[in-house]
Protein backbone atom coordinates (compact mmCIF):
# COMPACT_ATOMS: atom_id res chain seq x y z
CA UNK A 1 0.00 0.00 0.00
CA UNK A 2 0.84 3.29 0.17
CA UNK A 3 3.37 2.92 3.43
CA UNK A 4 5.82 1.13 1.14
CA UNK A 5 6.61 4.38 -0.62
CA UNK A 6 7.73 6.07 2.04
CA UNK A 7 11.23 6.79 3.27
CA UNK A 8 12.53 5.53 -0.04
CA UNK A 9 14.17 7.13 -2.65
CA UNK A 10 11.85 9.35 -5.72
CA UNK A 11 12.67 9.87 -8.62
CA UNK A 12 10.03 12.14 -10.68
CA UNK A 13 9.95 12.46 -14.19
CA UNK A 14 8.56 14.38 -16.73
CA UNK A 15 6.12 12.74 -18.71
CA UNK A 16 7.24 10.95 -22.21
CA UNK A 17 11.44 11.54 -20.54
CA UNK A 18 13.39 8.45 -20.33
CA UNK A 19 14.01 7.20 -16.40
CA UNK A 20 16.76 5.76 -15.04
CA UNK A 21 16.72 3.51 -11.45
CA UNK A 22 19.60 2.30 -10.20
CA UNK A 23 20.24 -0.46 -7.75
CA UNK A 24 23.12 -2.04 -5.64
CA UNK A 25 23.35 -5.61 -4.86
CA UNK A 26 26.10 -6.88 -2.51
CA UNK A 27 26.52 -10.36 -3.55
CA UNK A 28 29.04 -11.18 -5.26
CA UNK A 29 27.77 -15.19 -6.06
CA UNK A 30 24.35 -13.84 -6.78
CA UNK A 31 23.60 -15.22 -10.74
CA UNK A 32 20.68 -13.64 -11.62
CA UNK A 33 18.62 -10.47 -11.02
CA UNK A 34 14.93 -8.97 -11.63
CA UNK A 35 13.31 -5.92 -11.52
CA UNK A 36 10.19 -5.90 -10.34
CA UNK A 37 7.22 -3.12 -10.18
CA UNK A 38 4.88 -2.62 -7.69
CA UNK A 39 1.96 -0.39 -7.79
CA UNK A 40 0.28 1.04 -4.68
CA UNK A 41 -2.14 -1.74 -3.35
CA UNK A 42 -0.22 -4.65 -4.96
CA UNK A 43 2.06 -7.16 -4.84
CA UNK A 44 5.30 -6.80 -6.81
CA UNK A 45 4.68 -7.60 -10.39
CA UNK A 46 7.64 -8.67 -13.09
CA UNK A 47 9.49 -6.18 -15.41
CA UNK A 48 12.47 -7.95 -16.89
CA UNK A 49 15.43 -10.34 -15.87
CA UNK A 50 19.06 -10.86 -16.80
CA UNK A 51 21.75 -13.20 -16.32
CA UNK A 52 24.90 -12.43 -14.48
CA UNK A 53 26.54 -13.96 -18.21
CA UNK A 54 25.37 -10.72 -19.76
CA UNK A 55 25.50 -7.07 -19.29
CA UNK A 56 22.33 -6.16 -21.31
CA UNK A 57 18.98 -7.02 -21.54
CA UNK A 58 15.89 -5.29 -23.45
CA UNK A 59 11.94 -5.81 -23.71
CA UNK A 60 9.23 -3.63 -24.37
CA UNK A 61 10.11 -0.07 -23.37
CA UNK A 62 12.55 -1.36 -21.21
CA UNK A 63 16.54 -1.87 -20.54
CA UNK A 64 18.35 -3.47 -17.96
CA UNK A 65 21.93 -2.86 -17.21
CA UNK A 66 24.25 -5.25 -15.30
CA UNK A 67 27.83 -4.11 -14.24
CA UNK A 68 29.17 -7.07 -12.23
CA UNK A 69 32.39 -5.42 -11.71
CA UNK A 70 31.15 -2.73 -9.30
CA UNK A 71 27.90 -5.37 -8.13
CA UNK A 72 25.41 -2.69 -10.08
CA UNK A 73 22.04 -2.64 -11.53
CA UNK A 74 19.93 -0.36 -13.75
CA UNK A 75 16.56 -0.19 -15.37
CA UNK A 76 15.96 2.00 -18.26
CA UNK A 77 12.44 3.06 -19.14
CA UNK A 78 11.97 4.68 -22.28
CA UNK A 79 9.27 7.40 -22.91
CA UNK A 80 7.89 7.48 -18.94
CA UNK A 81 4.34 6.95 -18.63
CA UNK A 82 2.10 7.99 -16.14
CA UNK A 83 0.93 4.08 -15.86
CA UNK A 84 4.88 3.75 -14.87
CA UNK A 85 4.31 5.66 -11.53
CA UNK A 86 5.21 3.04 -8.86
CA UNK A 87 7.82 1.37 -6.50
CA UNK A 88 10.65 -0.33 -8.74
CA UNK A 89 12.29 -3.17 -7.07
CA UNK A 90 15.69 -5.01 -8.06
CA UNK A 91 16.45 -8.39 -6.65
CA UNK A 92 18.84 -10.57 -6.61
CA UNK A 93 19.05 -14.69 -6.76
CA UNK A 94 21.72 -16.62 -5.81
CA UNK A 95 21.94 -20.62 -4.08
CA UNK A 96 20.45 -22.12 -7.06
CA UNK A 97 17.77 -18.65 -7.45
CA UNK A 98 16.65 -20.37 -4.22
CA UNK A 99 17.23 -17.30 -2.12
CA UNK A 100 15.70 -14.08 -3.16
CA UNK A 101 17.49 -10.62 -2.10
CA UNK A 102 15.49 -7.28 -2.72
CA UNK A 103 16.56 -3.60 -2.91
CA UNK A 104 15.05 -1.27 -0.67
CA UNK A 105 13.14 0.38 -4.28
CA UNK A 106 12.77 3.68 -5.80
CA UNK A 107 9.73 5.33 -6.06
CA UNK A 108 9.11 6.72 -9.85
CA UNK A 109 7.21 9.69 -9.68
CA UNK A 110 5.88 10.54 -13.74
CA UNK A 111 4.64 14.23 -13.97
CA UNK A 112 2.00 14.85 -16.45
CA UNK B 1 -6.27 -17.60 -14.17
CA UNK B 2 -2.96 -17.81 -12.96
CA UNK B 3 -3.36 -16.85 -9.65
CA UNK B 4 -1.37 -16.29 -6.16
CA UNK B 5 -4.30 -16.22 -3.82
CA UNK B 6 -3.89 -15.10 0.22
CA UNK B 7 -5.98 -15.28 2.92
CA UNK B 8 -6.90 -13.33 5.17
CA UNK B 9 -6.35 -9.76 2.90
CA UNK B 10 -6.12 -7.53 6.75
CA UNK B 11 -5.63 -9.42 9.51
CA UNK B 12 -5.67 -7.43 13.05
CA UNK B 13 -4.80 -9.56 16.31
CA UNK B 14 -3.19 -9.49 19.61
CA UNK B 15 -0.10 -10.68 21.43
CA UNK B 16 0.65 -14.66 21.62
CA UNK B 17 -2.44 -15.78 19.44
CA UNK B 18 -1.65 -18.24 17.10
CA UNK B 19 -2.49 -17.22 13.41
CA UNK B 20 -2.40 -18.94 10.03
CA UNK B 21 -1.93 -16.82 6.65
CA UNK B 22 -2.64 -19.25 3.54
CA UNK B 23 -1.06 -19.28 0.13
CA UNK B 24 -2.58 -21.06 -2.56
CA UNK B 25 -1.41 -20.69 -6.46
CA UNK B 26 -2.78 -22.70 -9.51
CA UNK B 27 0.13 -22.79 -11.54
CA UNK B 28 1.77 -26.16 -10.56
CA UNK B 29 4.77 -24.11 -9.69
CA UNK B 30 7.56 -26.38 -7.63
CA UNK B 31 8.76 -23.03 -5.26
CA UNK B 32 6.73 -21.04 -3.55
CA UNK B 33 7.84 -17.82 -0.60
CA UNK B 34 7.44 -15.68 1.75
CA UNK B 35 8.14 -12.33 2.18
CA UNK B 36 7.61 -9.35 4.47
CA UNK B 37 7.07 -5.86 3.41
CA UNK B 38 8.37 -3.48 5.98
CA UNK B 39 8.31 1.02 4.93
CA UNK B 40 12.22 1.26 4.10
CA UNK B 41 13.26 -2.63 4.37
CA UNK B 42 11.91 -3.53 1.47
CA UNK B 43 11.08 -7.34 1.09
CA UNK B 44 12.83 -9.53 3.02
CA UNK B 45 12.52 -13.06 2.13
CA UNK B 46 11.25 -15.29 5.55
CA UNK B 47 10.66 -19.25 4.29
CA UNK B 48 10.75 -20.80 0.89
CA UNK B 49 10.19 -24.09 -0.67
CA UNK B 50 11.63 -25.70 -3.30
CA UNK B 51 8.80 -28.56 -3.61
CA UNK B 52 6.18 -30.61 -1.64
CA UNK B 53 7.93 -31.07 2.37
CA UNK B 54 11.05 -29.14 1.19
CA UNK B 55 10.85 -25.68 3.10
CA UNK B 56 14.11 -23.80 4.17
CA UNK B 57 14.99 -20.56 6.20
CA UNK B 58 15.38 -17.15 4.46
CA UNK B 59 16.74 -13.95 5.73
CA UNK B 60 14.36 -13.37 8.25
CA UNK B 61 12.55 -16.57 9.55
CA UNK B 62 12.11 -15.99 13.46
CA UNK B 63 8.86 -16.27 14.51
CA UNK B 64 7.59 -18.21 11.52
CA UNK B 65 6.73 -21.50 10.27
CA UNK B 66 5.88 -22.84 7.14
CA UNK B 67 4.65 -26.32 5.63
CA UNK B 68 4.55 -27.41 2.43
CA UNK B 69 2.27 -30.85 2.24
CA UNK B 70 0.79 -29.96 -0.92
CA UNK B 71 1.89 -28.39 -3.88
CA UNK B 72 -0.48 -25.89 -4.59
CA UNK B 73 -0.08 -24.39 -0.50
CA UNK B 74 2.24 -23.26 1.71
CA UNK B 75 0.62 -21.17 4.52
CA UNK B 76 3.01 -19.04 7.09
CA UNK B 77 2.22 -20.11 10.91
CA UNK B 78 2.88 -17.29 13.45
CA UNK B 79 2.93 -19.29 16.53
CA UNK B 80 2.88 -16.61 18.93
CA UNK B 81 2.91 -13.17 16.99
CA UNK B 82 4.38 -10.14 18.55
CA UNK B 83 3.98 -6.37 17.67
CA UNK B 84 6.95 -6.38 15.46
CA UNK B 85 5.71 -8.89 12.89
CA UNK B 86 3.22 -5.93 12.27
CA UNK B 87 3.69 -5.78 8.42
CA UNK B 88 2.76 -6.53 4.75
CA UNK B 89 3.45 -10.10 4.12
CA UNK B 90 3.80 -11.32 0.22
CA UNK B 91 3.27 -15.15 -0.85
CA UNK B 92 4.98 -15.94 -4.38
CA UNK B 93 5.43 -18.79 -6.31
CA UNK B 94 7.38 -19.32 -9.83
CA UNK B 95 8.22 -22.69 -11.41
CA UNK B 96 11.81 -24.02 -10.75
CA UNK B 97 11.89 -25.48 -14.10
CA UNK B 98 11.83 -21.73 -15.65
CA UNK B 99 14.70 -20.52 -13.43
CA UNK B 100 17.36 -18.34 -14.99
CA UNK B 101 15.53 -18.42 -18.11
CA UNK B 102 12.46 -16.77 -18.20
CA UNK B 103 12.24 -17.17 -14.62
CA UNK B 104 8.91 -14.83 -13.35
CA UNK B 105 7.97 -15.07 -9.36
CA UNK B 106 4.54 -14.78 -9.30
CA UNK B 107 3.25 -12.89 -6.29
CA UNK B 108 -0.14 -12.59 -4.04
CA UNK B 109 -1.96 -9.19 -3.71
CA UNK B 110 -0.32 -9.08 -0.01
CA UNK B 111 -1.75 -9.26 3.48
CA UNK B 112 -1.58 -6.87 5.80
CA UNK B 113 -1.11 -7.86 9.35
CA UNK B 114 -1.34 -5.71 12.66
CA UNK B 115 -0.56 -7.06 16.11
CA UNK B 116 -1.60 -5.16 19.27
Known amino acids: GESVGLHLPTLSVQEGDNSIINC ?4 SASDYFIWYKQESGKGPQFIIDIRSNMDKRQGQRVT ?10 SLQIAAT ?3 DSAVYFCADLSGGYQKVTF ?5 LQVIP | EAQVTQNPRYLITVTGKKLTVTCSQNMNHEYMSWYRQDPGLGLRQIYYSMNVEVTDKGDVPEGYKVSRKEKRNFPLILESPSPNQTSLYFCASSSLAL ?5 EQYFGPGTRLTVT
Not at chain 1, 24 to 27: E, I, L, V
Not at chain 1, 64 to 73: D, E, F, G, R
Not at chain 1, 103 to 107: D, L
Not at chain 2, 99 to 103: E, R
Open chain 1, 64 to 73: VLLNKTVKHL
Open chain 1, 81 to 83: QPG
Open chain 1, 103 to 107: GTGTK
Open chain 1, 24 to 27: AYSN
Open chain 2, 99 to 103: AGVGY
